[in-house]
């Protein structure tokens, strides 16, 4: 963050000094967990479920911190700040907000990071969102632009309320790109974001069914996520995926520029002519109106195409060649964890860890991955698919799961493996449509799996393991791992 004292924090946000004159410097970074303070930071006391912030102040300002960023008075020099309407706080904050100091410190957070960015001469911020791929996308995109100039991007995937801002106030004088996901859970969220740090490019990568529970239908969350184009300036750029009709009819939602990739023949950056290797790996042809480029992807999965379309068309309107996109695109590495990390044993068992979070999009998209890579040997290879619930879904959950277990039978996944009876219908779906016998086995926990897999992998097997983000899944990848070094 741009240095700041404390008194002149408080005067951003609105709020007064506590226990200080407000001379106290911040030159270090924003952190909301004690553990991460560092010297001359400034610590956000949050209330949560189990804990309160504010009863951590002074253990945060003996640890470094310059003061605290708090919703009422405590024990240590502090910005306290001004109380707002809970109708824009973050649910994760409110859920143990008894009082509404969480929708407080949010505000203020928001506040202090619409000025900071908008204090960094020559600060370009982009944002994406969809419901998926965002936070392989914005990978993407930060690596792509590295070359150019300073990056910040949001580590694993910081993208509501808290993580938005906190990731603004990562920015220095010399960061020249910020490279934003923007998530949300109904209408106005993205507009929100927006208004903290407003991106002057925004790319929408797909409408799917996350968050459907919320939104109640593709078309709102289509109106949700165009949110995005409609706050870019009028010299900024909207880089649309053409593939997809919901997405590629906000264009006329935004007074930008308008950028369309993807594999359809009017795409401006398309891709032509995609192979996949035994890893799923894709290589093709990036043509554009500047010339075309052979792109070499070391990410695993066909779904990067589109990803690495959106990451080529935003540096090419910043000046870059197709050659040099290439380039970039083809050094870019995996960053974020348990995203299609994929892991061969010593006893040739392949491990995919996806298991970061699951909706139905990311799942379909991660089940042709395995599908690619089993049967890219002859013969091919057994494939397992181990699959928790997908959350967020509302009314349409049952039909959502047994779609994916008739997808796997489609696909020709050997082995399903449910877990939990949240994904019950997705065992259903598979039998449905054609399963036998043990192909499709439900089972109640991630140690059930775990022990399961243990008993029946053998050499040669390709393991898929994808679930959302709170069952934690990715514990079964780490126990297969390490099952293979003994």
């Avoid at 929408?204 to 165009?226: C, D, P, W, Y």
Wanted: aromatic content about 4%; overall charge negative; some cysteine.
């Amino acid at each position: 963050m741009i240095a700041l004292t404390l008194a002149e924090i408080a005067k951003i946000v609105g709020g007064r000094l506590h226990a200080t004159d407000g001379t106290p410097v911040v030159t270090g970074s924003i952190e909301f967990d004690t553990r991460k303070v560092t010297e001359g930071g400034l610590f956000l006391a949050l209330p949560g479920e189990r804990v309160d912030g504010h009863d951590f102040a002074a253990q945060a300002v003996a640890s470094g911190a310059a003061g605290v960023l708090a919703g009422r008075e405590v024990d240590a020099p502090a910005v306290i700040a001004p109380p707002v309407e809970t109708k824009h706080a973050n649910a994760y904050v409110l859920a143990g907000d008894k009082t509404g100091d969480g929708a407080a410190v949010l505000a203020a957070l928001a506040k202090l990071a619409r000025y900071v960015t908008d204090q960094i001469k020559d600060l370009t911020i982009v944002g994406i969102t969809g419901s998926a791929g965002k936070t392989s996308t914005k990978d993407l995109i930060a690596q792509v632009l590295r070359p150019v100039g300073d990056v910040v991007a949001p580590p694993e995937s910081f993208n509501n309320e808290l993580g938005h801002p906190w990731t603004a106030l990562r920015s220095t004088e010399d960061t020249k790109f910020l490279v934003l996901e923007l998530s949300a859970r109904g209408i106005g969220h993205i507009a929100n974001l927006c208004e903290i740090a407003p991106p002057k490019f925004g790319a929408v990568l797909n409408v799917g069914t996350a968050h459907l529970g919320e939104f109640g239908s593709r078309e709102g969350i289509a109106q949700g996520k165009g949110e995005l184009v409609e706050a870019l300036p009028e010299d900024g750029v909207a880089v649309l995926n053409a593939d997809d009709p919901l997405v590629a009819g906000m264009a006329s939602r935004t007074k930008a520029k308008v950028v369309l990739v993807g594999e359809n023949p009017n795409a401006d950056v398309r891709a032509a002519d995609i192979e996949l290797d035994e890893q799923a790996r894709a290589s093709f042809t990036l043509k554009t109106a500047k010339g075309d480029a052979r792109v070499k992807l070391a990410l695993n999965g066909p779904h990067q195409v589109g990803n690495a379309l959106v990451a080529a068309a935003i540096a090419l309107e910043l000046g870059a060649t197709p050659a040099e996109v290439a380039e970039r695109l083809g050094a870019a590495e995996r960053v974020s964890a348990h995203r299609m990390v994929i892991t061969d044993r010593p006893d040739g068992v392949t491990v995919i860890d996806d298991a970061y979070n699951a909706n139905p999009d990311s799942v379909r998209a991660a089940l042709k991955a395995l599908a690619t890579i089993s049967r890219a040997t002859t013969p091919a290879r057994r494939s397992w698919a181990v699959l928790g619930p997908m959350a967020e879904l509302g009314d349409d959950a049952v039909r959502e799961h047994d779609e994916i277990g008739r997808l796997a039978v489609r696909l020709d996944i050997s082995k399903l493996v449910v877990i939990g009876d949240a994904a019950r219908a997705m065992h259903q779906g598979a039998h449905l449509e054609g399963s036998w016998g043990e192909e499709s086995v439900l089972v109640p926990d991630a140690d059930a799996a775990i022990a399961l897999l243990r008993a029946e992998i053998r050499p040669g097997d390709v393991v898929l393991v994808k679930a959302s983000n709170a069952y934690r899944l990715w514990r079964i990848a780490e126990a297969l791992l390490e099952a293979g070094t003994k």
